[in-house]
């Protein structure tokens, strides 16, 4: 008998996690900055999360505003250097991938040592508790009601949208296009930040060496694949968060559980093709300019 | 004509702009331009092809920084270097490629550009005030209207108030007049003259003189980057613009005269339409044939459709409406591989972008020619290399040299000898002449005539009037997106053509 | 008031090309190395790290295999750079050959035939990753969608492919390790004394040096790639279907790649162990690095190849107390790219610092 409820609770913390994640990545490439690195920096910030968590004795607080802050640093440097030199996006992204990679294991590794030795438990689990998941869900949703509203309808998120679709444009219709896609990056990257402080803390409450992996690229195809809309993410997120908590549950058909391990990947690649192929696509088309250098050439002052 | 102040220079100008001059590259835009514009006046600037009025523009909204010149607003020098700076000063470009965001509403578009809102503020907010204003105007459309749904005449239109709404003192409107009918022009009209009732002035580009003479109080006349003329609209006949426009030139008929190999039809556009970029047709139902061994240049004011019309023929552009043939065969919206496969060559208007290899050398380009095979011969492509070299006089150290560092014209030539000598039906040419000297022209057009009494024929544009006479045996003018005149080589006027492309 | 504003402005003359990837190498190990110092807590010293990267660099018989393996990728996935497509599954196409000639190798019944083995185990190396490229080349060529995500999320499910297999049906029945049984000593690569490589490695980096050669310099799709890489515009305006171009370079890339995934089975390892994520030897990403900063020019492989099996080798012998090599080789080849990608406009553009009151 599937319990509705026990569903809902169970997934939660992984819900909240991809949701906020991918609403973060939707905001950022909707200014026009492609966001490669992602995967990177959730599997940095889950890194550092866990680090400072287990350097803090568990202050779940401390974790995850640091998380953010590693995060935002290196979000913020991105969109600069994307949107104020002629560089390919995707080099900037994939290199930025690699370092956080590198960094996540250098960081966690003694980290996770130290825990070893003192034996602390970290996180906090509240997939068992009614109370904290619901405030958790109601809070996510809410969070996605804003920004979706911000995105749609104020001056802010026109400028933004304005950024991916068209930067000369924008320009000439007076945005200043790096001060509003910094904006948008602090938006999206905080919330990328956040994201992987509470999959660390809420959720898996472990860690080891390459911890994280391939959920940044998970968040890519939700986002991708729903148009980067934060109010569609929310059912795509919660595909996702249930393929991926209850996967194990297809054992008992038979699957081998090598095949169970690329469900989500496979999933992903097909919600993109759907995506791209379906009038969804058509509907929702991304970011004209997405990682189109904006660098324009005519300056000789 | 329009009666205003009677007394130009009782006032102050409101903008100065001295001794302005701009280079690219290799071409002087702007020769030491003075440029005075004076508040309540509706001032048109008129130029040819080439003129340096587009830049002038440019300048004065920040797109451009001029390599010499000063501007002066209100007896006080400034520096214009982004258009944010210039709309800070009054000044709003209204230019005929829109910059309105075709997915956005209206709404959406205007809040962008209006600094008194924050970045919180609601796009419903403006909603009710913007209605009002449309009403006040009489314009019957709703903000929350996505831009792309709108025609090109209601753009330019939400354009326009944009820059009323931005407080502009000037309005320089680049060709917003060009495509509209006379109807919604009217419409245009009146508006202008409200505006600049209030103090604002208006400068109006257009390569329409009889548009210049109605609404305009003032002309300034460009011709090669210089200013040739500025008078006061009332008194002046067409004619006499013109000349000041085009200039007196010596135009020799030069008497190699092609007449077709034979009356066959090779091309043939049956009422095509095509679209511009944002969303207007550009070709408004096209008919026109070309003869086997015929040498067709189309005439008229760049921006008139002439290059859609090539690129749509060619496949590059999607045809709306009508149909095109290519000796008996449709080829309407086949795509480019099938058409250039019966032996149709191309020359591109952005040579660079579109027609040459920019990051390859001269050879390799010329390996393009032909894209069926596996292997690259190279040395038939070396041996061709240095064959059209000499052929077509190009300059260059070597036949590998890599393409970016040759010179414009010289880029150019390698462009044209590719598709002249890879063509075997039709070689369509946008620009043809672009960047060419003239010993390169006439070479160019004594190589396009052997080629043509081989049975080759030509359909190709020119920027330069003197080419397309030169090098056609049969003319066709095009304005707003029609064919306006036909004329042979033997009987061609060129008033009568001049006066076809500025009607 | 004080106002700063950054022009970037084209340069009258670029500055020569080489000095990009030089750059780059130094500060992206600069880079690197005070990461790694700061973080160990000064238990790293850098003037160690670059005594092993020395030490590497002079040891070329120990560097040979790294040297061939990373020539044979690095030539895939300059093919596919250069055409401005990013293949960033090298580690599926890899693993995909591996699969292929593993089979070959235990469970065809051929493995024993001598001389035909190795070439046929070859084929069915490249005919399975034939069959994983041609996934994504079709995704990316008449779908449309972004190369990069879609590669690097192949590469998750060739793992995992892999895994199930050695868990599963390969897994070798002696001591149920997971791991498949040794390949038949027939289909063996043979070493070179005193080198960690082996001949038929080396000829087939022969093979696929001169395969790649050929291929830009001589052939139409060279030319395409050469083209798609800058100018993509120019090629749909001479009527060339550049979907179709798409997938047969992508094709190309992936079975050079395959080479290299048979030749890490048959001279290397000898068997597959799972998990695959922890045993792989990376080339799938290393081979980027190696490409990039080769400028995409076939000339310059040979030189950025040697520097990055250097840096391999001497940070896989770099110990931080448990850390794995992956992160240390993560980070630096991040460091570098990052570097690389940035020093690249300055090779075309100045920065101009303007101060203005």
Known sequence: ????????????????????????????????????????????????????????????????????????????????????????????????????????????????????????????????????????????????????????????????????ENPLHAEALGVNVLRIRLIAGAIGYGLIGLSAGLFELLYSRLWREGHGMGHGWIVLAISLSSGRNPLLCLATTFLFSTLYEYRFSLLVFGIPREFIETLPYIVAILSMIIYKTTPLGEKLKPPQYLGKPYFKEERTI | MSIKNSNFFSKQPFLVAKGVSKTFSTIKALDKVDFNIYSGQIHGLLGENGSGKSTLVKILYGIYTPDEGEIYINNKRVYITSPSVAIKNGIVLVSQTPILIDKFTIVENMLMSLKQYSLLTKSKTIYSFLTDFFNKIGLKIDPNTEVYKLSYTEKQFVEIFRAILLNAKILLLDEVTTFLPSSEKKKLYSLFKELVKTGRSIVLITHKISDALEICDYLTILRRGRVVLNTPCSGISIDYIRKNMFGETDYINSKIHVEPVSNKLVLKTENIWVRGGSGEYRVKGVSIYLRKGEVLGIAGVTGNGQIELLEAIYGLKKIEKGRVFIENTDVTNKDTGFIRKIGIGFIPDDPIKYGLSIENNIVENYALMETNSFLINWSLFEKNAREYIDKYNITTPDVYYPVKLLSGGNLMKVLISRELEYSSKILIACNLTRGLDEYTKYLVKKLIYEKTKNGLSVIFTSDDLDDVLEFSSRILVMNSGIVVGEFSANNVNRDEVEKLMVM | MISINIAIVKRKKPLPKWLIPLLSLISGILTSLLILYVVSH????????????????????????????????????????????????????????????????????????????????????????????????????????????????????????????????????????????????????????????????????????????????????????????????????????????????????????????????????????????????????????????????????????????????????????????????????????????????????????????
């Open chain 1, 1 to 164: 008998m599937i319990d509705i409820l026990s569903i809902i609770l169970n997934t939660c913390p992984l819900f909240i996690a991809y949701q906020i994640a991918s609403i973060g990545h939707s905001v950022v490439e909707k200014s026009g900055v492609l966001n490669l690195a992602i995967d990177g920096l959730f599997v940095l910030a889950i890194s550092v999360s866990f680090m400072q968590a287990v350097y803090s004795g568990n202050d779940i607080l401390s974790s995850i505003l640091l998380s953010i802050v590693v995060t935002l640093l290196i979000g913020l440097f991105i969109v600069f250097i994307s949107t104020k030199l002629p560089v390919s996006q995707g080099a900037i992204g994939l290199s930025i991938m690699f370092i956080c990679y590198g960094l996540a294991g250098i960081l966690g590794v003694p980290a996770r040592s130290h825990q070893g030795s003192t034996g602390l438990k970290i996180g906090f689990n509240i997939q068992q508790n009614i109370v904290y998941s619901t405030i958790a869900l109601v809070l996510t949703i809410l969070l996605t009601i804003l920004i979706h509203v911000i995105i749609e309808k104020t001056k802010l998120g026109i400028a933004i949208r304005a950024c991916g």
């Open chain 3, 42 to 357: 000064g238990s790293i010293n850098p003037l160690d790290v670059l005594i092993a990267i020395g030490n590497s660099i002079t040891q070329p018989n120990l560097l040979l295999k790294n040297y061939a393996m990373l020539l044979v990728i690095g030539c895939g996935l300059l093919i596919s750079f250069k055409a401005a497509i990013w293949n960033i599954g090298g580690e599926g196409q890899f693993y995909f050959a591996v699969i292929g000639a593993a089979w070959f190798a235990l469970y065809s019944g051929l493995a024993e035939i001598p001389i035909i083995n190795k070439f046929l185990m070859i084929a069915l190396g490249l005919t399975t990753a034939l069959i994983w490229i041609l996934i994504a080349a079709l995704i990316r060529g008449y779908i449309g969608l972004d190369e990069v995500p879609v590669t690097l999320l192949m590469n998750y499910i060739a793992y995992n492919i892999v895994d199930y297999l050695v868990n599963n049906h390969w897994r070798e029945q002696v001591y149920r390790y997971t791991r498949t049984p040794t390949i038949p000593v027939e289909t063996w690569f043979t070493n070179i004394p005193f080198t960690n490589a082996t001949l038929e490695l080396l000829l087939i980096t022969l093979v696929t040096i001169l395969l790649t050669w050929i291929i830009l310099n001589y052939t139409y799709i060279g030319l395409f790639i050469r083209t798609m890489g800058s100018n993509p515009n120019v090629l749909k305006t001479i009527g060339v279907d550049v979907s179709k171009t798409i997938i047969y370079v992508l094709i190309i890339s992936g079975l050079l790649i395959g080479l290299a995934g048979v030749s890490y089975l048959a001279g290397d390892t000898h068997l597959i162990s799972s998990p695959v994520i922890a045993h792989t030897p990376y080339y799938g990403y290393t081979g980027i690095l190696v490409a990039w900063l080769s400028l995409l020019e076939l000339k310059y492989l040979f030189v950025t190849t040697y520097i990055v099996s250097a840096l391999i080798n001497a940070g896989i012998n770099i110990q931080i107390v448990g850390v794995g090599g992956a992160s240390i080789v993560n980070l630096m080849i991040g460091s570098i790219l990052l570097t690389y990608t940035i020093l690249f406009v300055f090779h075309e553009y100045s920065v101009k610092i303007i101060i203005k009151k």
